[in-house]
């Protein structure tokens, strides 16, 4: 399997200095291209084509507003699967960490692909319970009517100490959905098996790298952000605590990184070469 890490969107929050500890930082979309033997698959898409462009995602460009991104077409997972030699229609799956506006924007950019995504977080987006979530998911992202695979998180097997675990039908067994709630009501993260070495994706579960240091180093606006997006506090906590005894423990099994750490992706990119 070859690995590609891509940033799908640069966001460039308002007050990202305070924010984000100071200097001229940002935020990146951290997104996966899997070649696979079932064809290629995607771990989120970002911001989409239509995100950029389309009237009808006014919602989506109000909704990130705070967030600030460059809005630069090439950014998109459709234009990065195409430069590297592909065709859009060569993606078959999409495996979500979650539907927030800036993980799975692009899901109609690849309307063949099944999309793979805990039962749980389609409930919350569907339903939209609470006033917050009405703001976050934005249903034209798949008025596509895309191919759900939906996943009960209560339901799988224990693997590096997180439960529930489990493959993703039609997908090879390195690919592996991990319950990781906290950010949304059914967040997840994924894992994929690079044969050396199993690759984390955590979604949101945190935003810096230093979150996984023994001293859980983070600027108080950034902690202040998660908390304010959160919609499980306590269980995101106790999520973020177990990933962190995972990175003291198993570092040299695991690489845990998120969604939105700019070193985190420049470190693993540089690595896979891609």
């Given amino acids: 399997m070859r690995i590609h890490h891509l940033n799908g969107a640069t966001l460039c929050p308002w007050g990202r200095q305070r924010l984000l500890g100071g200097g001229n930082q ?3 979309c ?3 291209l899997l070649e696979t033997e079932a064809g290629l698959v995607l771990v989120d898409t970002a911001l989409g084509l239509e995100d950029h ?3 009808s995602r ?7 507003r705070a967030m600030r991104p460059t809005w630069d077409e090439a950014e998109t997972m459709a234009r990065q699967v195409e430069r590297l030699g592909f065709r859009r229609e060569d993606v078959r799956h999409i495996v979500l960490t979650h539907l927030d506006l800036d993980h799975a924007g692009g899901l109609a950019d690849f309307p063949r692909a099944r999309v793979h995504v805990s039962a749980t977080e389609h409930t919350a987006a569907m339903e939209k319970r609470s006033l917050f979530e009405r703001m976050r998911y934005q249903g034209v992202q798949w008025a596509h009517a895309p191919d759900w695979k939906l996943y009960d998180a209560a339901r799988g097997e224990r693997w590096f100490g997180f439960d529930c675990v489990r493959g993703l039908e039609g997908l090879p067994p390195e690919i592996l959905l991990v319950p990781l709630v906290g950010h949304t009501r059914g967040h997840c993260a994924v894992a994929v098996d690079r044969g050396d070495r199993w690759l984390l994706h955590a979604g ?3 935003f ?3 979150e996984m240091a023994p001293e859980d180093h983070c600027s108080l606006g950034l902690r202040v952000m998660q ?3 959160q919609m499980k506090g306590r269980e995101r906590h106790e999520n973020r605590a177990r990933l962190r005894e995972l990175v003291r423990t198993q570092s040299d099994k695991v690489r845990v990184f998120c969604a939105h750490d700019p070193e985190e992706l420049r470190q693993l990119a540089t690595s896979s070469g891609a």
Avoid: E, T
């Fill in 204 to 206: 949101d579960a945190y």
């Fill in 208 to 210: 810096f790298h230093g």
């Fill in 30 to 32: 951290h997104c996966l």
């Fill in 53 to 55: 462009h389309a009237p």
């Fill in 26 to 28: 940002h935020l990146v």
């Fill in 58 to 64: 006014q919602g989506v460009r109000d909704g990130m």
């Fill in 227 to 229: 908390n304010l997006l």
